[in-house]
């Protein structure tokens, strides 16, 4: 908690002249405005220093004020990209001289710490409307409603290491033993596009897509893959099939593919996440292909 503002001698020399004229400390405070231990700890200092002058403190001396404090906060507020070079600029402004590491410090002890942000599609007005009558909509369906969905999508696997941040706990000077090393090879080592689904009872078929994927290749998977996915998921009859608004699914081939197989689809928002949140997480074991 921030430490208040002192009070003036001009207030202290007031609270003693009322204690020697005989008020007690209840009284003063009422009178004053000043909280019955601020009005006893400036009677006591009174009594034994014989002064109400504010006295040598150890230590050095606090720059960061409390309005300096509630500049730092409504600036990160305002604007949270704001780096800590920037806040050193704004204080010195304003008289304020204090080095980036306090800077983070007092940002830390009131709760504001610097973090990585969080990634999330561009969303368009259209697709955030779409998106929550979609979750509107399907709020309070009751979770067996999902059991008899087959959830399809693509995804991009590299095939050489993965193209996020790594961390490994080591001691200093184990840098570049093997356990703590991340084999790279030149241009990334390439990557493969996979199609697969799944349902609330397990995965299905994976398949490798050799070459560009376009709506030809699209349906000739989906011949190939769906039904005997869905046989081995033991989807019930009346199963419905999710898949995203890529242009080669909602075409006009695929469409009527896709009426003259009966297949029924669920309506989807665009930029859905879900299938993406899914496909991520899947470990790949290349080696049967």
């Given at each position: 908690?921030p430490?208040?503002k002192?009070?003036?001698?001009?207030l202290?020399?007031r609270?003693?002249d009322?204690h020697?004229?005989?008020?007690?400390y209840?009284?003063?405070?009422?009178?004053?405005d000043?909280?019955?231990?601020t009005v006893?700890?400036?009677?006591?200092k009174?009594?034994k220093?014989?002064?109400?002058?504010?006295?040598?403190r150890r230590?050095r001396?606090?720059?960061?004020?409390?309005?300096?404090?509630?500049?730092?906060?409504?600036?990160?507020?305002?604007n949270?990209?704001?780096?800590?070079?920037?806040?050193?600029?704004?204080?010195?402004?304003a008289n304020i001289?204090?080095?980036t590491?306090?800077?983070?410090?007092t940002?830390?002890?009131?709760g504001?710490?610097?973090?990585?942000?969080r990634?999330?599609?561009?969303l368009?007005?259209k697709n955030?409307?779409a998106?929550?009558?979609?979750?509107k909509?399907?709020l309070?369906?009751?979770?067996?409603?999902w059991?008899?969905?087959?959830?399809?999508d693509?995804?991009?696997i590299?095939?050489?290491g993965?193209?996020?941040?790594?961390?490994?706990?080591?001691?200093?000077?184990?840098?570049?033993?093997h356990?703590?090393l991340?084999?790279?090879?030149?241009?990334?080592g390439?990557s493969?596009?996979v199609?697969?689904c799944?349902?609330a009872s397990?995965?299905g078929?994976?398949?490798?897509i050799?070459g560009?994927?376009?709506?030809r290749?699209?349906?000739?998977?989906?011949?190939?893959?769906?039904r005997?996915?869905v046989r081995q998921?033991?989807?019930?009859?009346?199963?419905?099939?999710?898949?995203?608004n890529?242009?080669?699914n909602?075409?006009?081939?695929?469409?009527e593919?896709?009426?003259?197989?009966k297949?029924r689809l669920l309506?989807w928002?665009?930029?859905g996440?879900?299938t993406?949140f899914?496909?991520?997480s899947?470990r790949?074991?290349?080696s049967?292909?």
């Amino acid at each position: 908690m921030p430490r208040r503002k002192e009070l003036s001698e001009d207030l202290r020399s007031r609270i003693v002249d009322l204690h020697e004229a005989g008020k007690g400390y209840k009284s003063i405070s009422k009178s004053l405005d000043v909280h019955v231990s601020t009005v006893r700890q400036t009677v006591y200092k009174w009594r034994k220093f014989s002064t109400v002058a504010t006295l040598p403190r150890r230590g050095r001396p606090v720059k960061m004020t409390a309005r300096a404090h509630r500049r730092m906060l409504n600036e990160v507020k305002k604007n949270p990209r704001v780096s800590a070079k920037d806040l050193q600029k704004s204080l010195a402004h304003a008289n304020i001289f204090v080095d980036t590491s306090t800077i983070r410090k007092t940002l830390n002890k009131n709760g504001v710490h610097g973090r990585t942000p969080r990634r999330k599609p561009l969303l368009s007005i259209k697709n955030i409307a779409a998106r929550l009558k979609f979750a509107k909509e399907h709020l309070d369906v009751p979770q067996h409603y999902w059991q008899n969905f087959l959830w399809t999508d693509e995804t991009k696997i590299e095939l050489f290491g993965k193209n996020t941040q790594h961390y490994v706990w080591r001691k200093k000077g184990t840098a570049h033993q093997h356990q703590n090393l991340i084999p790279t090879v030149k241009h990334g080592g390439g990557s493969i596009m996979v199609w697969d689904c799944f349902a609330a009872s397990g995965p299905g078929r994976i398949v490798v897509i050799d070459g560009k994927m376009n709506s030809r290749v699209y349906q000739d998977i989906l011949r190939e893959n769906v039904r005997p996915s869905v046989r081995q998921l033991k989807l019930r009859r009346g199963w419905v099939m999710q898949q995203d608004n890529d242009p080669k699914n909602t075409c006009n081939s695929t469409k009527e593919w896709l009426q003259q197989n009966k297949i029924r689809l669920l309506e989807w928002p665009s930029l859905g996440l879900c299938t993406d949140f899914f496909f991520g997480s899947i470990r790949f074991d290349f080696s049967d292909f």
